[in-house]
Every structure is written in C-alpha cells, then in structure tokens.
C-alpha cells in the first residue's frame, strides 16, 4: 500500500509541475506575462543581456516555449526515460533560476513587523524543483 500511495503522488507532483509549466508557458505570449517578468530578467546577471538582443516580447516567448516543452518532457517521463532526464534537468536548471529570482530581484523581500515576506509565486518553485530533481533520479535508474 505504501508504495502505491508513493506512486500516485509522484505522479500527482509531475503532473502538477507538468500543468504549472505548460500553462505559465502559455501565458509567457502574452504582453501582460513579458512586462511581469521584465524586472526579473532585468535584474537577474544571468539573463538581462536577452534583452540586448531580444524584445520584451521574444524573451517572453522564448521563455514560453522552453517551458511547454519541458512540461511535455516531465508528461513523456511517464513513458520515456530520455524524456524523464531531459526534462528532470531542464525543469531543475528552470526552477533554480526562477527560485534564484529572491535573490536578484530587488524588493523581492521585505519585512512585515520585523518578519521577512518574500513575493510567494517564486517560492512555490522550491516544491517544483523537488518533483523536478525526482524526475532526474528516477530517470536515471
């Protein structure tokens, strides 16, 4: 029974991570999603050269498409290991760079009565990077 409980979650976790990713990625062509991200591409030391050769737009896209096609790996993982390891590490490189986004972006942090609060749509990332490293690992037994 444990093991079957541990497989309906995992499954449940990938499939979450696969919709989330799908879906942000979808929104990514959209004018509201690239101006929302531009102060974190902006800030980020990494990434903010994309602008300079890339619209606010493109980079969205570019982003947007990245993301679908990682989500459809993590939903091909189920059937397919290279896609599972593909995926895993793509998912992992995405969400240590969007978790990386606390840290670059200013005002990301703040505080309330002494306690810090950070801007919660990235912290949901720390779970995704979870399922995305299982990912990995499972797809390399």
Request: no cysteine.
């Amino acid at each position: 029974m444990n093991n079957r409980i541990t497989k309906i979650g995992y499954a449940l976790g990938v499939l979450g991570t696969a919709i989330i990713l799908i879906w942000i990625g979808i929104f990514k062509f959209t004018n509201v999603e690239a101006l929302a991200i531009k102060p974190l591409v902006t800030n980020h030391p990494a990434m903010s050269w994309l602008y300079s050769i890339f619209s606010v737009q493109w980079v969205s896209n570019i982003f947007g498409i990245v993301e679908i096609i990682i989500g459809i790996a993590l939903l091909l993982s189920f059937w397919s290991r290279k896609a599972g390891l593909i995926g895993g590490i793509l998912s992992t490189l995405t969400f240590i760079a969007t978790f990386s986004f606390l840290f670059t972006t200013p005002d990301m942090i703040t505080y309330k009565e002494g306690i810090p609060v950070i801007d919660f749509f990235i912290l949901k990332d720390l779970t995704l990077l979870a399922f995305s490293i299982m990912v990995w690992g499972r797809s390399t037994r």
